[in-house]
């Protein structure tokens, strides 16, 4: 799930974004007011994320997840 992924990552990378409950505008603002304040925490969040996909969702790996998906369904 999306919290997993940004909050709680098993990986070397961190942390890479924040999650709120779905119609919740309180808790979005906060957390907008949070990354939009603070410049470090920013740019730390987006290298994380990017360093993240980079690593783990190359054209390679995607075509061989994919490759197995279909290999399992015939």
Avoid: W
Wanted: charged share 25%; with cysteine; net charge neutral.
């Amino acid at each position: 799930d999306c919290k997993t992924i940004l909050e709680e990552p098993n990986d070397e990378f961190g942390k890479a974004g924040y999650c709120c409950a779905p119609m919740d505008s309180t808790a979005m603002s906060l957390l907008l007011e949070k990354i939009c304040a603070n410049r470090e925490l920013r740019i730390q969040l987006g290298m994380n994320g990017r360093n993240r996909i980079a690593k783990n969702y190359t054209h390679e790996i995607m075509c061989n997840k994919y490759l197995a998906v279909y290999r399992e369904v015939m």
